[in-house]
């Protein structure tokens, strides 16, 4: 008799590499997909969450983009990018940002998420220091530790009705292990926009202590009240330690199109280039033939979502100021509000998902923007007038129901 022999099962335990266990998911794409699972169940939701221009391409980019897949541009580029666009691109650094731009300083990544996560990646080693003025958007956070490096917040102030980054907090943060600081103006999620004396401040600690500066500026078109966006690079002695980024998602509505740059002396380039080649090659080349389209002969449309912006900025802002809980600083660029919520008593978290809950209106917790974002909730008015007016309006309504019963 032929018995079958038991065999032996085995168990392989696989794991992801010990680097990822540093980051978690986005708190705005969790409080997202809450969101989703409401709409799914037949609630009408406000989404004010997401960073992305509810405008359409700008036509004559779109058009571009369409001609370019037809005449065949559908092959590999340079992993730098096309040299049109890059030209273009050193063009508009001098011309706008007075940074003398060559188009060999330029990359051209997959939006400017790639940007900023070649960029430090690129630079910090493990055991590094970056720091990085907070509240800010947590992707600067989580490729630093995913560098094996230490994000070293530095909070922005709130004063006299503004939102302000203190070069002095900055210092005080310095160590010998301080290599990178990143830099965000306009902001998300604050709006905060650095004026010259700041920067020229922060160019100066830099320089002192020898530091290289990320400087994303992927706002820098939506800026309102006269203000006056500066690149830190155009700054004595910081183009050769600086890396500024851009790209064409939040001022031209193409956050799908996936085109952003930077900008680095030579030397950083050459570097930050092979984590671009050995992870993406390049972008397709309808995409790029489409942003330099952009650059060219998009500015009307640019303008035009400008205006709307600001207008959008002013009608949220009137409703929202009807509630005595709410503090309403008023945003300088970017299409955000940051609203302080103090008064309420309650955590950013817990109002986000009540307001979610109750209300149908998404907001976006300041927690999910690090530790001193805590006691605000991010707004976008990247929406229509009626989602704005009505969004705004539940929002006073909730609350003040909830001072009405000495809830809040």
């Known amino acids: 008799m032929i018995t079958k022999s038991k065999k032996k099962e085995v168990c392989f335990m696989v794991h992801t590499a010990k680097r990822l266990e540093s980051v ?7 409080i997202y997909e809450k969101a989703n699972q409401l709409s ?3 609630q009408k939701i406000y989404n004010l969450i997401l960073g992305e221009p509810d405008f359409p391409t700008p036509k004559v980019v779109s058009d571009s983009g369409t001609a370019s897949i037809l005449e065949g541009d559908t092959h590999y580029t340079s992993n730098y990018g096309l040299i049109e666009l890059r030209e273009a691109i050193a ?15 330029v990359l051209i990544t997959t939006g400017a998420t790639e940007a900023v996560f070649a960029s430090i990646v690129g630079i910090l080693n493990p055991g590094d220091e970056a720091l990085i003025p907070s509240p800010c958007w947590p992707h600067y956070e989580s490729c630093c530790q995913l560098a094996g490096a230490r994000p070293v917040t530095v909070p922005i102030n709130f004063e006299n009705g503004v939102f302000k980054l203190d070069p002095q907090e900055l210092e005080k943060r310095i160590t010998q292990r301080t290599r990178l600081l990143v830099l965000n103006t306009p902001s998300n999620p604050t709006g905060m926009m ?3 004396d700041t920067l020229v401040e922060i160019s100066q600690l830099a320089i002192k202590h020898n530091l290289i500066v990320i400087s994303d500026e992927i706002y820098e078109k939506i ?3 006269d203000q006056k966006h500066i690149s830190i690079a155009s700054l004595p002695g910081m183009s050769e330690r600086t890396i500024t980024i851009n790209g064409f998602s939040k001022a031209y509505a193409m956050t799908g199109w996936r085109v952003g740059y930077l900008h680095a002396p030579e030397n950083l380039l050459t570097g930050l280039v092979k984590l671009h080649q050995y992870n993406v090659t390049c972008l397709p080349a309808f995409t ?13 449309a640019v303008e035009s979502m400008r205006q709307e912006f600001n207008r959008r900025r002013n009608l949220i802002v009137d409703v929202l100021s009807k509630s005595k809980m709410l503090g309403i600083p008023k945003p300088e660029g970017a299409f955000y509000l940051f609203v302080n919520i103090e008064r309420t008593g309650k955590k950013s978290h817990e109002l986000a998902l009540e307001l979610l809950e109750e209300t149908g209106v998404a907001v976006v917790p300041g927690s999910a923007f690090g530790e001193f974002g805590e006691g605000y909730l991010r707004l976008s008015y990247a929406a229509k007038d009626e989602v704005l007016q009505e969004a705004g309006e539940k929002i006073v309504s909730y609350l003040e129901s909830k001072v009405k019963a000495n809830l809040i």
């Not at 063009?91 to 300083?105: G, T, W």
């Not at 790029?288 to 009307?300: C, F, G, I, N």
């Open 24 to 30: 978690g998911f986005s708190n705005i794409r969790k």
């Open 40 to 42: 799914a169940k037949g």
């Open 91 to 105: 063009e508009k650094l001098k011309k706008e940002n007075n940074v003398n731009a060559s188009p060999n300083e």
């Open 194 to 196: 650095m004026d010259y």
């Open 223 to 225: 800026i309102y009240d």
């Open 288 to 300: 790029q033939r489409a942003a330099t389209t952009a650059l060219l002969k998009a500015a009307p």
